[in-house]
């Protein structure tokens, strides 16, 4: 909507409504191709140039000393590998890192000589992060570095794009504006021409406001929207489609949600169904379940103790039936009366990513922390922007477990190998008699090869 807006009434007019897409090519920045950020190799994360390449100065997984890859670079003759990289002269550091694909003979043979840079680019950021190996996805994941894309500023356009304005602002301009606020600018928009599609946009506009997503962007990225933010998202398409007699099933919409809007989701839950829809909802927070007009409880348990009904009616009826959801619909739990002392602090400095503004902040370590706050408020912008990648910290969070579609809970966990070494034990039997284990895919290869 936002680019037929344009199109029709931007000025200077580039075009149809596609000359302001980044995913056609009359709209991308050629430089990016539409992507708003370049990716640069971290030089500090494949050498320590404080070592020479005798002495282990190349850090890349598969390139240690007297390694093919190590061979390759030290056979060049280009470089002497007792002198230390940072004694290197500019040009033998231009060659060493980016150098493109030479043929180099030397002794009688022919050897193809790149720039590191070049060939880790080669070798490691054309193929699919997850077919690779661990320790090489872990190395990708350091060096790689995202940076904002000069000739487009980030804003994925081409110039003849960004020249096109409607009362000052370009449609990147706009794509980037809260929402709330684009919602205000959107209303100041008179034209008989397009007011059909005006009114459209606002009230696209006004529901993500309604529904406590005005803080967001129309440029953030999908990928980075929390579960509850995407399927807040995906509500709105609903809440604007005249669909009615629709079931909707929502699993767990209030994941990741603070009190304040899971009330707000519940407005939206009951909105639907006032339309004259089904609203079937799996949740187990108490705030969700209350407002229920028929709830259906399984149980007992989980697992083997679970799979029977234990009660179906409403509300007050669940909280009289004693089954375990009844019965916690009315705990609370107390609060601590003494907390223990931090043994130090890891500290977070003039972190700005998203919604961030220059934050500083002490984490005590040795003690147990809750960062809270409303969606959006910038939690996990703060927490995944700043301490993701340092070194002592692991990230425990839903994305998928990344292993061969071998793996299982077992194997993951590391559960499996003593168990394994029991069986061989007992049985006689030597190690390499045992399942192949999904954790080393490089030593099967091997083994089976
Ligand atoms: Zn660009």
């Known amino acids: ?109 022919n050897w193809t000589y790149e720039g590191l840079a070049v060939k880790v680019k080669r070798l490691y950021l054309t193929k699919d992060r997850e077919s690779m190996q661990a320790h090489i996805r872990a190395f990708v994941d350091r060096a790689v570095t995202f940076t904002t894309c000069a000739d487009c500023g980030g804003t994925r356009l081409n110039a003849a794009a960004l020249s096109s304005r409607i009362a000052g602002r370009t449609i990147a301009d706009c794509s980037a504006m809260q929402i709330s606020d684009l919602a205000t600018f959107v209303r100041a928009v008179e034209d008989p021409a397009v007011a059909p599609l005006i009114a459209n946009l606002r009230d696209l506009l006004d529901s993500l406001v309604e529904i406590g997503l005005g803080y967001l962007s129309l440029d953030r990225e999908s990928a980075t929207l929390s579960g509850g933010e995407a399927q807040r998202v995906k509500m709105v398409r609903h809440l604007g489609s005249s669909l009615s007699d629709v079931t909707y099933v929502f699993d767990e919409p209030t994941v990741g949600l603070h009190p304040h809007d899971i009330a707000r989701m519940n407005d939206l839950l009951l909105r639907l169904r006032d339309k004259g829809n089904t609203v079937l909802v799996v949740e187990h927070k108490p705030e969700t379940i209350a407002i229920a007009d028929h709830v259906v409880d399984l149980g007992p348990g989980a697992g083997t103790n679970g799979g029977r009904i234990c009660f179906t009616g409403d ?135």
């Not at 000359?19 to 971290?42: H, K, Q």
């Open 1 to 109: 909507m936002l680019r037929i807006l344009f199109s029709r009434l931007g000025d200077p007019s580039v075009g149809g409504a596609g000359a302001f897409s980044f995913n056609l090519p009359e709209g991308m920045c050629p430089t990016c191709e539409g992507l708003g950020r370049v990716s640069d190799l971290d030089v500090n994360e494949l050498v320590d140039v404080e070592r020479s390449l005798n002495d282990g100065a190349i850090t890349v997984p598969n390139f240690a000393v007297d390694s093919w890859y190590w061979q390759t670079i030290v056979g060049s003759g280009l470089f002497d590998p007792d002198v230390k990289l940072q004694d290197y002269t500019p040009q033998q550091w231009e060659d060493f890192l980016h150098k493109p694909a030479t043929k180099i003979k030397v002794g009688s043979n």
């Open 315 to 449: 509300v007050p009826g669940l909280r009289r039936s004693d089954t375990l959801t009844g019965r916690h619909l009315d705990h609370r739990v107390t609060l601590r009366a003494e907390v223990r002392p931090p043994t130090g602090h890891l500290a977070i400095r003039q972190a700005d990513l998203h919604n961030l503004r220059d934050v500083d902040v002490d984490i005590p370590l040795g003690v147990l922390t809750v960062v809270t706050g409303v969606a959006g408020s910038g939690k996990s912008s703060l927490i995944h922007g700043s301490l993701r990648g340092r070194s002592g910290v692991v990230i425990v969070d839903q994305s998928p477990i990344r292993g061969s579609r071998r793996s299982n809970p077992a194997t993951y966990s590391g559960l499996l190998d003593p168990i394994r070494s029991a069986f061989a034990k007992a049985t006689g039997s030597r190690q390499r008699c045992s399942a192949p284990t999904p954790r080393a895919p490089a030593r099967r290869a091997r083994a089976s090869g």
